[in-house]
């Protein structure tokens, strides 16, 4: 029997998959694609997965792949600049770095080949558990091979199918928009700095920066009032609109190269329970995040953490089921109040957007008043950014 099976081989997937088969612990890690290249991944390590990566030995694993720091955040409104961030925030602190998700998660898997009790099962779905005396003792993949574990864990996204297998449920938070993604070619005005820009225009809004791998990426929030004909729009020249004039430009010359729009549905909320009996969520499984600020793969990644402090000396030394499970909502336990606290301050930031986007007299005088105004925004914004960037409290890999 197999130890452990992760089914969802993202970046708490294969981070977990990786200390683990370091650690002597057989493991085998399950991935439904072919290929782990998608149209949309997250891309931002802040401070706090910069951190986690580091603990795990792997800072150097990033000098071999597509990446590069932010050097700044620039906040626009209707065509002035309110104020510019520079990176890092905190002194002497780690800038945000962009890194491209699908080298990560190959070069991860690459590393995790070394060691002989893991393996990597890829291209075929899960279908369902399997279950001994209601307990989880593995799963069925959808070709009919059936995988037992003394422990499954899933990591497999805000869409997951071993949470909808195991009926656990998720409590979904309101959203106020979703999102619409495109790429772009590159911009020279990103090749000596990379910034990352916020730019409202009236009502409309998106982010834009680029990416590791040197193209431009474009988020638009969409509202549900334009849920229903976004796809009538003529993005190229709406996109242009609502941007300063360099950025219009290079959207209009780029319009027969402009890829997208593809949808993407937010989905933010949290399990009342990570874990059943042989089994625990983690990652967007078990708290999917809002995109803002990038906390997906960084809560991910501080997951993997503390579970690694729980379960590995339990799994060595080879634990009955119930000390096993007696750990899962321990684990739980202590995650729990960072993701409460991240996603109350994503709550919050959204808040402050929704505020402009509702009044037309905030956005007028906050866009008239810039000079003055935008010292005393850029100071609320900084502070409110702390626990994003770093965490709510420190956590230390301790086996």
Known sequence: MTQVVIVGAGPAGAALALLLGQRGISVQLVE??????????????????????EQMGLSALLDRIPHRALDAWEFWLNQRSLFRVAEPIEPGGKPCTLVSQTALL?????QARAYSGFELVQGTPVQDLLWHEQRVAGIKLSDGRELSADLVIGTDGRNSVVRQRSRLALEQQSQSFDILWFKLPDHPRFKS?????SILQDRDALGLFRSSEGELQVGWALRPSEAKDW???????????????WLAEHFRQNAATLEGPILLLVVAGRCPRW?????????????????????????ALRDVLVTANHLVPLLQQGALPAAIDAAL????ADREPEIIRVQQLQRQEAAQADLLEHSAFLRWGASQFAPFL??????????????????????QLLV
């Open 193 to 197: 700095e990379n910034v990352f820009y």
């Open 275 to 299: 874990s059943v009996p042989g089994l625990l969520l983690l990652g967007d499984a078990a708290h999917p995040m809002s995109p803002i600020r990038a906390q997906g793969i960084n809560m």
């Open 106 to 110: 190959e070069a991860l898997i690459e």
């Open 374 to 395: 935008g010292p005393l925004v850029r100071y609320s914004w900084v502070k409110r950014q702390h626990q994003l960037r770093q965490g709510v409290a420190p956590i």
């Open 32 to 53: 439904a694609s072919p290929t782990f290249r998608r149209t949309f991944r997250g891309e931002g390590l802040m401070p706090s997965g910069l951190d986690a990566l």
């Open 231 to 245: 796809q009538q729009v003529n993005w190229a020249e709406r996109l242009a609109a609502t941007s300063p004039d």
């Open 329 to 332: 909502p321990r684990i739980q």
